[in-house]
Structures are given as C-alpha cells and as structure tokens.
C-alpha cells in the first residue's frame, strides 16, 4: 500500500514506474496495492495536465501493451493446460 500525499505525486510515481518496468496497469496496481482503476485513471485522466511528457511515455507504454495482450492471453492459457497435463 502506498501513502502519498497528493494525487500529482501518486500519478507521477505509477507513471515513472510503468515506464521504466514496462509493465502493465494490472501488474503496476499489485505492485503499489492499488486498483487498476486508479492507476489507469491516474496515468491517464491525471498525468495528462501534470505532465505532459511522462504522459506521452505511458500512452507508448499502453499502446504496445494493448497490441501484444492477446499474446499474454495465449501464453497464460498454454500454462494453465500445460500444468494440467503434466
């Protein structure tokens, strides 16, 4: 759980940390105990008038993320069946 205390730093900390991990808004929002509401909502409603550069790097970020999530779909179920037959 992360104690901030205004939602421009809460923004800015998920932001630099979606970046720099390249990581999804679920994986990010485990990793700070947040929603994935509020971490989608911050990096994208909040980040956009707090800074606009960072924002730029997080809709890259998002973007690739939503070309390649079928693919992170199909590698979970591969797994789920393969632990399954083994």
């Given at each position: ?25 679920r994986a990010t929002a485990a990793r700070f105990g947040i929603s994935k509401s509020t ?10 008038h707090v800074n606009r550069g960072l924002y ?31």
């Amino acid at each position: 759980m992360i104690y901030i205390t205004s939602d421009k730093e809460r923004c800015i900390l998920l932001a630099t940390y979606l970046v720099e991990q390249r990581s999804t808004v679920r994986a990010t929002a485990a990793r700070f105990g947040i929603s994935k509401s509020t971490v989608h909502k911050d990096v994208t409603r909040t980040l956009k008038h707090v800074n606009r550069g960072l924002y730029e790097d997080v809709k890259s970020v998002l973007e690739q993320n939503k070309r390649e999530r079928h693919l992170r779909g199909g590698e979970a179920t591969r797994r789920k069946y393969m632990t399954k037959i083994c």
